[in-house]
């Protein structure tokens, strides 16, 4: 869904695992994707992104979930990642965090029947049952 709004609308890149972000010395992540806008782009290196993208996806696993919703969110946070999308696969929903409004409580969950709209791509109406398709 980014990729595709990105070829018509370059405003950034979007990188898939694996790749690297390092946050500071002592945080280092693979997210599943990130977005780094064209402003920002000086972060990309070739072994991923050194500082805080734009946005981080992280898909949820059973074994990652409360990793993810917790520390993991909370250090991207401090760190200056603008955006968080936490997606369900067992839920069937796409959790979105916007650290300048609030660390600790999202703007909203978002379910297969709903849509979203992210700063970050003025242009995009995200369907969340697109999301889930294979």
Request: proline content about 7%; charged content about 20%; cysteine-free.
């Amino acid at each position: 869904i980014l990729r595709e709004h990105l070829a018509a609308n370059p405003l950034g890149t979007v990188v898939i695992s694996p790749s690297d972000v390092e946050l500071s010395d002592l945080n280092v992540y693979v997210p599943d994707l990130y977005y780094v806008s064209n402003e920002r782009k000086h972060i990309l290196t070739k072994q991923g992104a050194s500082g805080a993208p734009d946005l981080i996806i992280e898909v949820l696993s059973p074994g990652t979930a409360k990793y993810d919703k917790g520390v993991k969110r909370q250090i991207y946070a401090r760190a200056g990642v603008g955006e968080l999308w936490l997606v369900d696969p067992d839920s069937k929903t796409v959790t979105v965090y916007r650290f300048e409004e609030s660390a600790d409580a999202p703007v909203g969950t978002y379910g297969t029947r709903q849509r979203f709209t992210s700063p970050l791509f003025p242009k995009l109406q995200i369907q969340v049952s697109k999301v889930f398709q294979s």
